[in-house]
């Protein structure tokens, strides 16, 4: 059975992953604050020899990168707060699954967009308009960059049931998007 470490496994998509591949994989789930899973390890994703000795010691076969700072006003509040997490951080897990051959999958964000245009597809020129955005494509470009078998799978406004964090399903006037029930990312279509 092959491996899969999940870092950011107590977040709402990072949980959702555990509970959907459990029975498929010998799931290694990761926490930096509180854990949510019996075989949760805490892993400080910014700490890049703490995450290379993890890595080396487990020696995963996938991993499914979904820790992040994804607040967007305290990204603009704690600018060197969000650096550190979504792109060093980002860095230090591309490095160590660089390291152990193992595949990434990175959760980006739409937000590597400015809106303007929609219907966005891979080719399109990035152009963030916040910081939360600019961390996440600085992010992407050191997953390209750090690792050599990735894929990076960019989200909307990700939603659903957490077990203590507030549901994000907020109405605003002003925004357009489209957004995905946390759940329903993992499971394809029929």
């Known amino acids: 059975?092959?491996?899969?470490?999940?870092?950011?496994?107590?977040?709402?998509?990072?949980?959702?992953?555990?509970?959907?591949?459990?029975?498929?994989?010998?799931?290694?789930?990761?926490?930096?604050?509180?854990?949510?899973?019996?075989?949760?390890?805490?892993?400080?994703?910014?700490?890049?020899?703490?995450?290379?000795?993890?890595?080396?010691?487990?020696?995963?076969n996938i991993v499914i990168h979904t820790a992040s700072e994804t607040n967007v006003d305290k990204c603009e509040t704690e600018k060197e707060h969000s650096w550190k997490t979504n792109v060093e951080g980002t860095r230090n897990i591309a490095e160590a699954c660089r390291k152990v051959d193992a595949k990434l999958v990175f959760i980006s964000t739409d937000y590597v967009f400015d809106g303007e245009k929609g219907l966005y597809n891979e080719e399109d020129k990035p152009n963030p308009v916040n910081y939360y955005g600019l961390t996440k494509l600085e992010g992407e470009k050191q997953v390209i960059e750090h690792c050599k078998n990735y894929a990076i799978l960019r989200t909307s406004v990700l939603y659903g049931w957490h077990p203590w964090k507030q549901n994000f399903a907020t109405l605003v006037e002003d925004h357009y998007n489209t957004p995905t029930v946390a759940r329903a990312l993992l499971i394809p279509s029929r």
């Open 1 to 60: 059975m092959q491996k899969l470490f999940i870092t950011g496994a107590s977040g709402l998509l990072g949980n959702k992953i555990v509970e959907v591949t459990k029975h498929n994989y010998e799931v290694i789930p990761t926490h930096n604050t509180k854990s949510l899973h019996s075989n949760s390890l805490k892993l400080e994703i910014t700490n890049l020899n703490e995450a290379l000795s993890i890595f080396n010691k487990l020696e995963p």
